[in-house]
Structures are given as C-alpha cells and as structure tokens.
C-alpha cells in the first residue's frame, strides 16, 4: 500500500513527536518536515516510509528533517546503547576483564553464581571440621 498524503500529515505529527521525546535531539519544523515526508516518501510503500521517518525521527544525531532523505544506518554491534564511547578511564573498568565496572559480563556472572542455589551434590561438611572451625572463630574473637 503506498503512502498518500493523509499518511504524510500523520507522519509529520508522529516525527515531530518522537523528536520531542528523543533526549538530546533537536526539534524539527513542521513545515518542513513534511515537505521532505511528502516529497520523498509519498507514493512509496506505507511500511517503508514509516520506518524511514521512525529510525531518523529518534536519532539524536539527524539534525534537519532533510536527514529522512539519507538510509539510515544502525549503529554497529560493538557501539552498545548505554556504554560510552569513548575509552574507559582505569577507575570505570573491571579489574578482571577492562569492561565498564559495574555492567561488565564479569559482574554478571558474579550476580548470577550468588542466585544460583548450593549444590545439593554437596556431602555435608565432617563434625570434626565444623567443631575445628568453631574453635578457631572463637580465639580470633577473644583475642
């Protein structure tokens, strides 16, 4: 189904809203935004269109309207929404694996091993060990 001029009107409203929303994104005109919507999208399929005017209405970095013009590129894998971009200082990486302390794998398999129940596989621990144990405690705490 391709998309008509209603739909133009529609995804004028929708983009500038999104813009509104999209934290650290300009507003865009009306006027202009559809003036590029209905110049480049009309006549083309309505789910494509949407979608152009969806991915470029929530990028931060799409400056003017005009950018609906463009293909939108996603950002690669490596580029993770919520890491920062820019090389970690030492006091915000994990000391095990140099990711961001905090949101690294290694905090996660942390999290995960303290979730996970004992092991009932386990054989209980000998009486002689556990009274050994109590001992033990017991002279750290007098002295």
Known sequence: ????DQDARAL????????????????WDETGTYAVIKAE????NLA???????C?????????????RRNFTPPKPSEKPGEPSRALRRSEQCVRCG????????????MAADDDPPSP??????????????????????A
């Open 99 to 110: 990711g961001l302390a905090g949101a690294c794998a290694c905090t996660r398999e942390h």
């Open 1 to 4: 189904m391709p998309a008509n």
């Open 12 to 27: 004028t409203y929708l983009a500038r809203r999104l813009r509104s929303e999209t934290r650290g994104a300009r507003e």
């Open 48 to 54: 494509h269109a949407m979608e152009q005017v969806l």
């Open 56 to 68: 470029h209405a929530t990028d931060a970095e799409a400056k003017t309207p005009g950018a609906i």
């Open 41 to 44: 999208l009309v006549g083309l």
């Open 121 to 142: 596989d386990l054989p209980p621990a000998p009486p002689s060990l556990t009274a050994r144990l109590a001992r033990i405690g017991s002279k750290e705490s007098d």
